[in-house]
T-cell receptor
Framework: QKEVEQNSGPLSVPEGAIASLNCTYS??????FFWYRQYSGKSPELIMS????GDKEDGRFTAQLNKASQYVSLLIRDSQPSDSATYLC????????????FGTGTRLKVLA | DTGVSQDPRHKITKRGQNVTFRCDPI?????LYWYRQTLGQGPEFLTY????????KSRLLSDRFSAERPKGSFSTLEIQRTEQGDSAMYLC?????????FGPGTRLTVT
């Protein structure tokens, strides 16, 4: 079992729709969770961080965390063609390490 | 621009040569990370530093790879005797608390 799992996609949504991206992780002691956006040929860009159960909203982005289910999700409302990118989920381990583990990413395509 | 810089941005080298990459983190960040990323994969952890101390190194990392962070500022990643399988994007990131920010990366091509 991979430590951080994401569906590789592509996930295609029409412009203006809600895109839902999911991530599961195996280390139950994980404390910090992040979503990065990566455009082709560029480095990852941090878009959301979440540390406690529930929802966290920032503009069109909402991150959701459920530690009991070991599940993190990212919702993108009013999706735009410029949101087309690969979205990476990253998990930082429990106490004793500050290492981050990344999933393989989900490719999102927003169709105009 | 996150404030993390990497040099060079591109490197083409012949198999068997040594290469060195440099990363300058955000100045107030005490943790610095190196990753390798290949097409279709997420960043793969290589190693990280807290100040000048190298705290963790990937078990997958060959002994041809070495990293340093003298004085807890910039860091270098050296790959000795490069192989074609080393071709990848090498990413550096820095953090102070939890949020980590990436530099633009160094793309290595081994011919």
């Amino acid at each position: 079992q991979k430590e951080v799992e994401q569906n590789s996609g592509p996930l295609s949504v029409p412009e203006g729709a809600i895109a839902s991206l999911n991530c599961t992780y195996s280390d139950r002691g994980s404390q910090s969770f992040f979503w990065y956006r990566q455009y082709s040929g560029k480095s990852p860009e941090l878009i959301m961080s979440i540390y406690s159960n529930g929802d966290k909203e920032d503009g069109r982005f909402t991150a959701q965390l459920n530690k009991a289910s070991q599940y993190v999700s990212l919702l993108i409302r009013d999706s735009q063609p410029s949101d087309s990118a690969t979205y990476l989920c990253a998990v930082q381990g429990n106490s004793g390490t500050y290492k981050y583990i990344f999933g393989t990413g989900t490719r999102l395509k927003v169709l105009a | 621009d996150t404030g993390v810089s990497q040099d060079p941005r591109h490197k083409i080298t012949k198999r068997g040569q040594n290469v060195t990459f440099r990363c300058d983190p955000i100045s107030e960040h005490n943790r610095l990370y190196w990753y390798r990323q290949t097409l279709g994969q997420g960043p793969e952890f290589l190693t990280y530093f807290q100040n000048e101390a190298q705290l963790e190194k990937s078990r997958l990392l060959s002994d041809r790879f070495s990293a340093e962070r003298p004085k807890g500022s910039f860091s270098t990643l050296e790959i000795q005797r490069t192989e074609q399988g080393d071709s990848a994007m090498y990413l550096c990131a820095s953090s102070s608390l939890s949020e980590q920010y990436f530099g633009p990366g160094t793309r290595l091509t081994v011919t």
